[in-house]
Structure formats: structure tokens, C-alpha cells
């Protein structure tokens, strides 16, 4: 497990290859001890609802072959079950979080390698194993898994400090790739965690964007300066693409055009002038209304206020404990980052990013299951 979890960083063939084999070794036990075990998680019914909708949404797709295998997807959730039913005391989630937040660090720091010794002409945005948007989406998720633990009062100097140098890399090498949405998914996680946890931490956040805003480079500038700017190139294209994609739902709306690439239907809705480049809709809740529906789309909206609200429940009863109380807010805070990263990006249909996001809720989730354990021990 501690293979996947440090591919999830730097190889997704290495991280697809130790999962199919954790699958392959998780099913020969539960048929050598004839059981089934796998661990609950308390979102089970709410997973089920979407595979449903999922499947059916494929049956009556635009393109049924393509739908039904890009619901692949689907398979990822297992990553959920895998870590509620092998992460089952605190020494194990500390050792495997060690490795996570460990390998993301080390990520970091070749980023920052590679920021030194690039060709500067050539790397204008800071892609490390991956395209520059998995990148910083990936090291946006590693830094509010990282803070928790730095602002968190009981943590051990040794380790507050060691997750201090880690999330530093991290966060130079997420500036570097200047991807706006993760910024600003980053800025949101990391204001969440100071609201919850502690508060002076919104002046050191206050204080680094004033530093960014003023001293970095002109096209960094440029980059945040769109963010406010309807008129901006890239905002008129995101507003063009979302209204194509409510045309496309007015005409599938029950359970959308399935789980495809939209980039051949798009060409038929879109506005003149559309540069029509589109294989997605860079916005997580236009692409589930769109390939999944009206129906698909409360389905998944379910599901994600389910999984938040027992992350909520698991924070509160574990906040006073330093690690598993950094883990709940790491867990909280992450699901903030991606889903406001999905605002401008398809961050569900990346699977890299949607695998630590993935693991993510289960780490969480199994601190539920091993405090309850271990407090009645």
C-alpha cells in the first residue's frame, strides 16, 4: 500500500499496477478465509446510488461503448474501501501517511530542481511527472494535507517541523505551474483550516498573497489578474463553454449524453466563434449535469454532502487528538480544495487527482473506524 500511495505523486502506471494488485491480493484473502472483508464506510448506499445512475446513464447514452468504458472511473472508489479495511490502527495511518506526505514533499523539491535548471523559455508553468494542471492540482490536495499538522498546537515540534520543510516545496512548486483554479483551491482549503483550527493563520495567508501579488513575475500577474476579469480570454471561453453545455443538458435531461468525450456533440451546440477545443466542460458540476443529467447530477451532489458530512462528524470527535484531528481537517479541507478546483477544472475526470482525492476520504474515514477501536480498548 505504501507503493500507491507514493505513485499517487509521481507514476500513474506504477500507481494503476500496485492497485490492480492490492485488488488481486485483497480478493485471494477474503476467498482463502471465506469472508467478505471489506470495511464500511457509512457513504456505501451513496456510492451504490451513483454507480447506478452511473450505468444507466451509460445505457442511454449518446455513445453507449465509450460511456460505458470511461465509467471505469467507478472502479477508483475502491481506494475508499481499501483504506477503511487495512487501516485499521493509528500506527498504521501514521506510517502510511508518513509516505504520502513524504513522497509529495520530495516531489516538491525536484519541482523546485527543476524550476533551477530548466530552460526558462520552455518552462513557463512547472509540470513535474505529469501536464502542468494534474501537477498543481496534486501539490494543491499535498499542501492542506500538510497544514493541519503544522498549525495544529499538539503535534510534536519534530514533526511540525518536518511537515513545515515539506510543505514548502510543495507550495513553490504549486505557484510554479501559475494554474489560477488551484490557487485559488489552495487559498480556500488553507482559509477553511484557519477558521477551524487557527485563525492567525488567515494573516500569514493575507501576507503571502500580497507577496505574490507584488513581486511575481508579470505573467504571473497577468494569470491572477484574469481571475477577476469577465473579459479576460479565458474567462469568455469558459462562459461560452458552460452555456453550450446547458444547451446539450436542455436536450438530454434526465440522465445527460453519458460518460463520454464531449468534444464530437460539442461541435453541434456550440456559439459561433467557439474555438471548440473542448473534450470537457472544465467545471465538475456542469460535467456531471451534462454527461449524467438532472438525475446523475443529484445523485453525485448526495453522495459528496454525504461524505462531507461524516467527515465533519469524525473531525469534531477527534479534533483535541493531534494526528487524528490533523487527518479530519486534512480530509475536510482537501474536499474544499477539490471541489472549488472543479469549479474551473474537470478535476473528477483526472485520475490522479481523483485518486488522492479518493484517498483522502478513506484515510479519514478509517480514522473514524480505528479511534472508535482504540478508544474503548
Known amino acids: 500500500m505504501g507503493v500507491f500511495l507514493a505513485s499517487l505523486f ?8 500496485t492497485l490492480g494488485l492490492i485488488a488481486i491480493a485483497w480478493l485471494a484473502l477474503m476467498l482463502v478465509e471465506r469472508g467478505f472483508n471489506v470495511g464500511r464506510t457509512g457513504v456505501d448506499y451513496f456510492f451504490f446510488a451513483y ?3 452511473e450505468l444507466l446513464a451509460s445505457a442511454f447514452s449518446y455513445n453507449p461503448a465509450q460511456s460505458f468504458l470511461f465509467s471505469k472511473r467507478l472502479l477508483l472508489i475502491s481506494v475508499v474501501y481499501m483504506m477503511t479495511t487495512f487501516v485499521t490502527a493509528k500506527r498504521i495511518a501514521h506510517r502510511l501517511t508518513v509516505v504520502l506526505l513524504g513522497t509529495a514533499g520530495l516531489v516538491g523539491c525536484l519541482g523546485v530542481l527543476k524550476l533551477i535548471f530548466a530552460d526558462k523559455v520552455e518552462t513557463t508553468r512547472l509540470g513535474i511527472f505529469q501536464f502542468y494542471m494534474t501537477t498543481a492540482e496534486l501539490m494543491m490536495m499535498a499542501g492542506l494535507f500538510l497544514l493541519p499538522f503544522i498549525v495544529h498546537l499538539a503535534t510534536p515540534k519534530r514533526i511540525r517541523m518536518a511537515a513545515a520543510f515539506a510543505i514548502l516545496p510543495i507550495l513553490i512548486s504549486l505557484y510554479a505551474t501559475v494554474t489560477k483554479g488551484s490557487y485559488l483551491a489552495f487559498a480556500a482549503g488553507a482559509v477553511f483550516i484557519a477558521i477551524m483550527r487557527e485563525k492567525r493563520l488567515l494573516i500569514v495567508l493575507a501576507v503571502a498573497i500580497v507577496l505574490v501579488m507584488t513581486f511575481s513575475s508579470p505573467y504571473v500577474q497577468d494569470r491572477l489578474a484574469g481571475i477577476f476579469d469577465l473579459n479576460h480570454p479565458e474567462n469568455v471561453s469558459r462562459l461560452m463553454l458552460w452555456k453550450t ?3 446539450m443538458l436542455a436536450d438530454y435531461p434526465l440522465l445527460g449524453i453519458g460518460d463520454i468525450d464531449m468534444h464530437e456533440l460539442y461541435l453541434q451546440y456550440m456559439d459561433p466563434g467557439d ?3 473542448h473534450g470537457h466542460f472544465h467545471n465538475m458540476a456542469v460535467q456531471f449535469l451534462v454527461t449524467l443529467g438532472i438525475i446523475g447530477f443529484i445523485v453525485v451532489a448526495v453522495m459528496f454532502v454525504r461524505i462531507w458530512h461524516i467527515e465533519w462528524k469524525i473531525y469534531h470527535q477527534t479534533k483535541d487528538d493531534w494526528f487524528e484531528g490533523s487527518m479530519a481537517l486534512a480530509g475536510l479541507a ?3 480544495g477539490f471541489q472549488v478546483n472543479g469549479l474551473t477544472e474537470w478535476s473528477f475526470g483526472d485520475q490522479e487527482v481523483v485518486l488522492l482525492f479518493w484517498t483522502s476520504v478513506g ?6 473506524n480505528y479511534h472508535s477501536r482504540e478508544a474503548t480498548v
Do not use: E, H
Open 10 to 17: 509521481f507514476s500513474i502506471a506504477v500507481n494503476s499496477i
Open 51 to 53: 454507480v447506478i445512475v
Open 245 to 247: 453545455g446547458m444547451r
Open 275 to 277: 474555438p471548440a477545443q
Open 334 to 336: 482537501v474536499f474544499v
Open 363 to 368: 484515510m479519514t474515514l478509517a480514522t473514524k
